[in-house]
């Protein structure tokens, strides 16, 4: 049983629309912070992330920290072996042996925790409360523009979803103020499609822009008719709350911590 204390530290942020259509059901899901565990520097301090270089004890406990916020054991939370992809897979039970290659899974069984790691794309969980099926994907630009949110609704329909009961909520992901893209990735979206030039606002260097991440995911899941809602919490404006490549990037530091967001069938 988790320390109320730890418990508390952890206190996950929520989605409006999952707290009013999961309410009364077996669901229980979070959004995580950086807040809550016990790593330290750069990784302050509940990093997940398995492929960082944190102290792998640290990542252990921090993790374990957020099974039992779930009353799960540590062993029943799974992560993936994130790659950017359109990939997703259906879950069943604990993975053996090396991660799956993948970046959005899907399940029906009770007792297993879905995470998914970020620290500025964009973390969906996806539910059907009424046939109890769950879903958690990694959607950055490049998995978003491929299909990774198409994939993994595909994946909840395969186990018993049923389309217009599922609902999906986005967590926090790096904001259109701080996302700054070249002209090549621009024309990439324009050319997919001209509506995606509303995703973009001029930036001040020559041939930049400005792109709209949550957005784009939003409006991949308008166009899959999956009702769903946004958290606005900029992961590269909030240092205190958040984890943040770019971030990171930006002022030369060797590494970064990963935040967890995930929904688990007790």
């Not at 389309?163 to 992901?173: E, F």
């Not at 822009?209 to 590269?236: K, M, Q, S, V, W």
Request: glycine share 10%.
């Amino acid at each position: 049983m988790l320390d109320t204390a730890i418990r508390d530290a952890l206190s996950p942020l929520q989605s409006p629309l999952f707290e009013e259509r999961l309410a009364g059901t077996d669901i229980r899901y979070g959004f995580f912070t950086r807040r809550g565990g016990v790593s330290t520097g750069l990784y302050d301090s509940l990093n997940c992330g398995i492929g960082s270089d944190d102290r792998p004890e640290a990542v252990a406990e921090n993790r374990a920290r957020v099974a039992g916020w779930f009353d799960a054991d540590a062993d029943r939370l799974m992560t993936l072996y994130q790659c950017h992809s359109a990939d997703a897979i259906a879950v069943s039970g604990p993975h053996e042996g090396e991660r799956p290659q993948a970046d959005g899974m899907a399940s029906a069984t009770p007792g297993l925790v879905l995470g998914v790691l970020t620290a500025d794309c964009g973390p969906l969980l996806f539910a059907d409360p009424e046939n109890e099926i769950i879903a958690a994907a990694h959607a950055g630009w490049r998995g978003a523009f491929s299909g990774i949110i198409e994939a993994t609704i595909e994946k909840m329909v395969a186990l018993g979803a049923r389309r217009r009961s599922i609902i999906a909520a986005l967590g926090p992901t790096i904001g259109p103020e701080n996302y700054e893209v070249g002209p090549e990735f621009v024309e990439r979206f324009t050319a997919a499609d001209p509506a995606f030039r509303a995703l973009f606002r001029p930036s001040p260097s020559d041939g930049h822009a400005f792109f709209d991440l949550p957005g784009f995911i939003g409006l991949r899941l308008d166009r899959a008719d999956i009702e769903h809602d946004i958290i606005r919490h900029c992961t590269y404006q909030d240092e205190e709350g958040f984890y943040s490549y770019r971030r990171g990037t930006h002022r030369g530091e060797k590494d970064y911590g990963r935040q967890i967001s995930a929904i688990s069938i007790l």
